[in-house]
């Protein structure tokens, strides 16, 4: 990949029937890319199909954003599955995805897990391992969206599929490289600017920079920004701005080559 192209990436499509959840509609005027509930944690049939089809005329590339079934608790509390109904579950939620995309004339590009099973397969290699045979079954050619110094990366690069390496630009890292959890003290990185300095001084560093100031060299592909905080939009908005003026181009990740 160019050293000056970056994609910007938000999670979206999170409102489920009445109840609403963030402005993806403003928020897909600013990313280049959509990771979009598939109705296990959020989302359902029609809000995966509105949400696809204004990612579309946005030119916004397209991901599925599976996770573990729990609509009560947003896909963020651990659950034990099996392997083999893990891996179904994947596979379900991305063609469900795919399926609805094709419906509106495009296809996906990525898929990113959410919340607890995204954490903890960063962490573990066996569920990481399961992950990454669901995205594989769902496609090849799909890119898997993937934190730098995971367990979720190293597995998607053993087992074949093209990896691009993810920093968060709202949340704060510890010494291993894995998110601070939300149920500690300076979890989230609040406010434009704040994200925009972590964000900056990554990417300078070509590293992850933990809370105690440690860092973990990695390449970096993308930033992500949760569209479900209060000040989302005004976030990527300024980061987008500020990484423009930095020099670099923001870019879908169905264009990324890694």
Request: with cysteine; hydrophobic share 45%; proline share 5%.
């Amino acid at each position: 990949m160019n050293q000056r192209e970056i994609n910007l990436n938000a999670d979206l499509g999170e409102s489920f029937g009445a109840w609403k959840m963030g402005d993806d509609g403003a928020m897909l005027a600013v990313v280049a890319s959509a990771n979009i509930a598939c109705g296990f944690h959020a989302g359902d049939p029609l809000v995966m199909r509105q949400t696809v089809r204004q990612a579309l005329a946005q030119g916004v590339s397209l991901g599925a954003h599976p996770s573990f079934p729990d609509l009560q608790g947003f896909g963020r509390r651990r659950i034990d599955m099996a392997p083999a109904e893990l891996e179904a579950a994947i596979v379900y939620q991305v063609g469900a995805l795919q399926a609805l995309a094709a419906a509106e004339g495009g296809a996906l590009s990525h898929v990113k897990p959410h919340g607890a099973l995204h954490n903890m397969a960063c962490a573990d290699p066996a569920l990481a391992e399961t992950v990454v045979r669901a995205v594989r079954a769902a496609g090849r050619e799909l890119l898997l969206l993937a934190p730098p110094c995971s367990e979720l990366a190293l597995a998607g690069e053993r087992l074949g599929l093209r990896v691009a390496l993810e920093v968060f630009a709202d949340r704060a890292y510890q010494d291993d490289g894995q998110l601070v959890p939300r149920s500690q003290p300076g979890a989230m990185v609040h406010g434009a600017e704040a994200a925009l300095a972590h964000v900056l001084r990554m990417l300078q560093e070509q590293a992850i920079v933990s809370v105690s100031g440690r860092r973990l060299p990695t390449a970096i592909d993308s930033i992500c920004v949760h569209g479900d905080s209060p000040d989302a939009v005004q976030t990527a908005g300024a980061i987008r701005q500020g990484l423009e003026a930095a020099g670099y181009a923001i870019v879908g990740l169905d264009r990324l080559g890694r």
